[in-house]
């Protein structure tokens, strides 16, 4: 079984109420704290579809903030427990966008792309050499049956890729749908060991 | 609870790329967090949507709507720049020779001597030690053309960015009418009827506070009818604080419509967002937190 790390360094909760707030998420089935780690990473990319310049910290807020409600009244009525993140999660919104319009003057939340493309072009170079070293890397971490199954799932394109995965899923004996969500864990932990050997070098 | 209707690939495509009306967007924002199945599914649509791109397969609308709306954000950019990367590696992985289904080896192995295994090992060593070297050098070739590909969507981006300008400027006059829209003459504050929120970014009541008003009277309904009794938190969304609490407060009905009144002391409000949070109370156990209302208060 995988050991979830729980990372609360700039969070305002203590430690009961963070347990209270991980049994709350966890709706009566203990997850190992996986449930919190999956609600977080749902409201990171809630506030990113929003272009919100700082996402994770946004959802950090969002989940403080029930954890204060949760600590304050004892309970919360709303169920499922995703359904009332998400309600806080919009206040978080709309305060960020009011905070932001007043501010941060507009032209500075553009996207880095306008940068001067030739220093992009020479970032990207010595940015692609690392990511390059770091995904080799990752991928021989992987297991040999996970490493061949994320290259054959991958692999090809249009007609030719959806027969291959089709006759994956025959092969491992589960759903497309289940093989697809096999899939993008396999992506989303060699993206995050890409990500985090990259920050290391 | 009524089913959910199926949303298909391209719907969710279209949500990616900010392709749809504001109203279906907050819907599917509330789904994709509180949806178990549609969250999972989301997620699988993206990273073929990114592969798309970065094999180079998207085309027309759809790439103009990739680069100027998906590679807006940093996040979205680097799983783009690892969808490229990723294809790279499996490319080369599935175009370099595989030595453990060698044919060729296999008839030969049969007849060794079992004193030969140490040299045959040091051969496989040997063999895939070429083969790693052989398949660094494709990987750092494929990489820097990927830089190149990479390189030119970023000249494709610095357009767009032009196209983003034309567009601040159509933001710019939105905000100008919302300016007019405060500023015009006060609506009537006579029990103003607040709706739970669930979603809708873009819809949450603005009340305009006349001078000399001691309270504000609101009506905040009900999505399901069935306690007796309420109280009502007024919390300042900021700082989480909860800044008045009311008194015991009994259910209406108001066109056959279940509401709670309730009068807030237009004193503690500023012009700002507030939050109301419906309580319902039971004899002998802790308030039940029902909803939550959004409202902006501004002052005139």
């Known amino acids: 079984?995988?050991?979830?790390?729980?990372?609360?360094?700039?969070?305002?909760?203590?430690?009961?109420?963070?347990?209270?707030?991980?049994?709350?998420?966890?709706?009566?089935?203990?997850?190992?704290?996986?449930?919190?780690?999956?609600?977080?990473?749902?409201?990171?990319?809630?506030?990113?579809?929003?272009?919100?310049?700082?996402?994770?910290?946004?959802?950090?807020?969002?989940?403080?903030?029930?954890?204060?409600?949760?600590?304050?009244?004892?309970?919360?009525?709303?169920?499922?427990?995703?359904?009332?993140?998400?309600?806080?999660?919009?206040?978080?919104?709309?305060?960020?966008?009011?905070?932001?319009?007043?501010e941060v003057p507009f032209d500075e939340t553009r996207p880095a792309s306008q940068h001067n493309p030739s220093a992009n072009r020479a970032e990207t170079d010595d940015g692609a050499e690392r990511s390059l070293q770091c995904l080799t890397h990752c991928l021989n971490k992987l297991k040999p049956e996970d490493r061949t199954l994320i290259v054959e799932y991958y692999r090809d394109a249009k007609r030719?890729?959806?027969?291959?995965?089709?006759e994956l899923a025959r092969g491992l004996g589960i759903s497309m749908n289940a093989l697809a969500i096999r899939t993008w864990r396999l992506r989303a932990s060699l993206e995050a060991c890409v990500a985090a050997c990259r920050n290391r070098r | 609870m009524p089913p959910t209707p199926p949303i298909s690939d391209d719907h969710l495509i279209r949500y990616l790329l900010g392709a749809l009306p504001a109203d279906e967007v907050e819907r599917l924002d509330e789904r994709t967090v509180v949806d178990d199945e549609l969250a999972e599914r989301l997620r699988v649509v993206e990273d073929d949507l990114v592969d798309s791109y970065a094999a180079g397969t998207l085309t027309g609308e759809r790439l103009q709507r990739f680069e100027t709306f998906y590679l807006a954000s940093p996040r979205r950019r680097s799983k783009a720049a690892f969808a490229k990367g990723l294809r790279a590696a499996i490319d080369r992985s599935t175009h370099q020779p595989r030595p453990v289904q060698n044919r060729a080896t296999q008839p030969?192995?049969?007849?060794?001597?079992?004193?030969?295994?140490?040299?045959?090992a040091a051969a496989v060593l040997i063999l895939a030690i070429g083969v790693l070297f052989l398949q660094n050098f494709t990987l750092r070739r494929e990489l820097r053309e990927t830089a190149r590909h990479m390189a030119d969507a970023s000249q494709r981006a610095t357009t767009a960015a032009q196209q983003l300008e034309v567009e601040q400027a159509a933001t710019a006059a939105a905000k100008q009418a919302l300016v007019d829209a405060r500023s015009a003459p006060a609506l009537a504050v006579v029990a103003l009827v607040l709706l739970p929120q669930t979603r809708g970014v873009t819809s949450v009541s603005i009340v305009a506070v006349p001078p000399g008003a001691s309270a504000l009277p609101l009506n905040l309904r009900l999505e399901s009818p069935g306690g007796t009794s309420y109280d009502v938190a007024l919390r300042d969304p900021a700082s989480n604080r909860t800044i008045w609490r009311s008194r015991s407060l009994a259910p209406e009905r108001v066109r056959q419509i279940p509401m709670v009144p309730v009068s807030l002391p237009t004193g503690l409000l500023k012009a700002q967002h507030y939050a109301l949070d419906l309580f319902e109370l039971r004899p002998g156990s802790a308030p039940d937190f029902v909803s939550s209302y959004a409202f902006e208060v501004v002052r005139q």
């Open chain 1, 1 to 102: 079984m995988s050991v979830v790390t729980l990372d609360r360094r700039d969070s305002g909760t203590s430690g009961t109420s963070f347990t209270r707030l991980l049994r709350w998420l966890d709706d009566g089935v203990d997850s190992k704290g996986e449930r919190y780690l999956e609600i977080r990473r749902r409201l990171v990319a809630y506030f990113d579809r929003r272009n919100r310049p700082a996402p994770d910290i946004l959802a950090d807020e969002t989940l403080d903030r029930v954890s204060r409600t949760l600590e304050e009244s004892g309970r919360i009525k709303v169920t499922p427990p995703a359904r009332y993140c998400y309600v806080v999660a919009r206040f978080v919104l709309l305060e960020d966008i009011r905070r932001n319009q007043r």
């Open chain 1, 160 to 166: 030719q890729r959806i027969d291959r995965r089709r």
């Open chain 2, 108 to 120: 030969a192995r049969q007849i060794w001597h079992a004193s030969w295994w140490p040299l045959a």
